[in-house]
């Protein structure tokens, strides 16, 4: 379900640039913002980069016999 919020010109700025860079829409680019902040929140250990890596091998395609459905 899809909400209207208001945001400051600021991020929204910010978001602009980083989705451009990004190849995204600037709701998608605050999505993935939001997505990686509650990530981290939930795992206040893992890095980063740890966290964009996993969310990069999320997307591949399972090969061999590691099949998780």
């Not at 709701?27 to 890095?47: C, F, H, M, R, T």
């Not at 990069?56 to 998780?68: C, N, R, S, T, W």
Request: no cysteine; aromatic share 14%; proline share 6%.
């Amino acid at each position: 379900m899809a909400i209207n919020v208001e945001l400051s010109e600021f991020l929204v700025n910010q978001a602009q640039q980083y989705a451009i860079v990004q190849y995204r829409s600037v709701p998608k680019q605050i999505e993935y913002w939001s997505y990686i902040g509650k990530i981290a929140e939930e795992n206040p250990d893992l890095p980063f980069n740890i966290i964009r890596d996993i969310l990069l091998a999320d997307l591949e395609d399972p090969v061999g016999e590691y099949q998780f459905d």
